[in-house]
Structure formats: C-alpha cells, structure tokens
C-alpha cells in the first residue's frame, strides 16, 4: 500500500470498518484464532527436522527410506483453538513425531507456551538449540537438534523481522501468561503480543515479546520495533492503564489516540466489590461503556457513581480518573 499518515483517511470510515472487521475477523485466541498459523507453522517445522532425522538414521542403518507424502489431523489448543496439523510420512512407515505423536489430538499449555515464547523470546542460535531441547524434556542426539533447529530457526527468525503495513486503524497492546518449562523446571511467564487490525479489517499478531516485568520503557522498545519494521501511524492504541503508557504511545507515534482498554476498566474496577453484589454492580456498569456518545457515557457514569459511591468509592473513582 502507499506511505500514508493520518490526515489521508477518513478517521470515522476507518474506525467503523476496523470495528466491523474486529468481530467479523479471526479472534486472537481460541477455534481460528490469529494464533493458530504461528502454531501450525512451527509444529510442522519441528516434525520436518524430526523426518530428515529420521530418514537420514534409515539410510545410515542400509534401509531403503526416503518422504512419503504427508498425513492430516485436527489438534486442539488451549490459546489457539483447533487448526489442522500436516505430519510428514516416511517409506517404511517407522516415523512417529516426538513433539506431537501421531494419536496426540492435544497441544499441551507447556508446549504452546514454549512456542510462544521462542517468537517473543529472539534468541541466539545456540540459546534456541538449547531451549528446543528443553521442550522434547527426553533424551536427543545433537544431530536430531540440530536438523530440528536448521528447520524453525528461519521461520521464527522470518517471522519476528517480518515487514509490516504502514497505517494499522487498531492496535491492541497486552499480555497472556503461559506455563513453560525453564531448565527443567515449569515457570510462568507473561508474553507480551501486540494485535493489529488493519484497513480491511483483518487481524494479524503484529509481534511478541517477553520481558521480567511491564513497564513503559518495555513498551516504549517494542513500539520502537514496530517503527523500525515499517508501521508510520496507528489511529488507535488500545491499551491498559499502566503509568507511563500513554506518553510511550505518543513518544514514537504523536498522533495516535490512546483507548484505554475496557476489560481492563471493568476488572480494576471489580476488585473493589465482593461476590455478594458483582452482578449487580456489573449491570449497572454496563451502560456507561454501551453508551452512544461521550456525554451520554457522562450521565450514566453519575447515575451510577450516585448509587454504589458510597459502598465502593474507589470503584467509582477508577471510572471518574479515566
């Protein structure tokens, strides 16, 4: 597409078609979500090295081996949904996947977090070698790694420097946290992924990263790497409410609006009611976010700041300060 900047659209059509695409399109996770090809192309990268592996110990051993075509099977993933996952087959019929065995029909949240975090992650090619060996958590020959690793190390790499558009009308910037295994031992971590729809409505995982802890001079780094890998204006920045974020935004893209994301409203302000009155809180709550305008978002604000105020004043205020 043409270089663009904000004042060659009409800001109101692009915000109705983005929105309109946001719920037409892919989710981000669960059955064909954005995940899902990160997913399928990595696990099937994997099995590719397994193969050649595999083929090449055939030949070695004096048996005649050599690709057979490729089998099909719908797995399923906590994230990412369910997506089909191509396995390559051998002659002589003796290639079993270690990654995903071929009866295996679920991806398992350690396995799907581990993946997730060689994409966020950006290792060295030694630190990736190492970490995919970690994933098999069993015994393999440094030969098998290292065919495993020739095969993803490109396509992590391909993915992570990947160009992107030059105007996205939404960009949605959060975390997930995922079980992954860390020298033997199983640690959560918090990937940091950056969703964006762009001007036909369609969504695509602009990019993932991981850091110890939040902070605006993190998100200040990766809206930086968005800068650097193509994007020159982005509408609206949908973000959460961490001090600092807003003026990270502006720092690198001075023309963006930033949307403070309503999930993360409504669950601040949850966590000042107890179970007894959450429904009823929440439906109150709602028609300030369902509202029209900005004004009639207003009064409806004060109907309900002069209802629960006084039982939950900081809930009330979370609303009011943003």
Known sequence: MNMATQEDFDFE???????????????????????????KHFLE?????????????????????RKN??????????????FELETGRDRLGTFDP?????????????????????????????????YIQ????????AAEI?????????AVQEWRNRPLEAVYPFVFLDCMFFKVRVNGVVET???????????????DVLGLYTAESEGAKFWLSVLTDLKTRGVEDILIACIDGLKG?????????????????????????????????????????????????EQQGYERLLEFEEKWGKKYPLSCKSWLDN
């Open 45 to 65: 990268s994997m099995m590719t090295g397994e193969l050649e592996h595999h083929i090449s110990e055939s030949k070695l051993a004096g048996q005649p081996n």
């Open 13 to 39: 059509s692009f915000k109705k078609e983005a929105i309109a695409g946001l719920y037409a399109g892919k989710k981000m996770t669960g059955t064909d979500g954005v995940l899902a090809p990160m997913m």
């Open 245 to 293: 974020f807003p003026e990270a935004v502006e720092a690198i893209f001075p023309k963006t609006r930033v949307q403070l994301c309503i999930v993360h409203q409504i669950r601040s302000s949850m966590r000042y009611v107890p179970e007894k009155d959450k429904k009823a809180v929440m439906a109150d709550m709602k028609p300030i976010y369902q509202a029209n305008n």
């Open 69 to 82: 075509g490729k089998s099909k099977k719908t797995v399923r993933s906590l994230s990412s949904g369910e």
């Open 134 to 141: 970690e994933m098999y958590a069993m015994d393999i020959s």
């Open 98 to 130: 270690k990654v995903v065995p071929k009866r295996q029909l679920i991806i398992t949240e350690e396995l799907e977090g581990n993946i997730l975090s060689m994409y966020a992650m950006g290792m060295s090619t030694r630190a990736m070698r190492d």
């Open 146 to 154: 290292s065919r495993i690793t020739d095969s993803v190390i490109p």
């Open 189 to 203: 971590r918090a990937i940091y992924n950056i969703l964006g729809v762009d001007i036909e409505g369609k969504k």
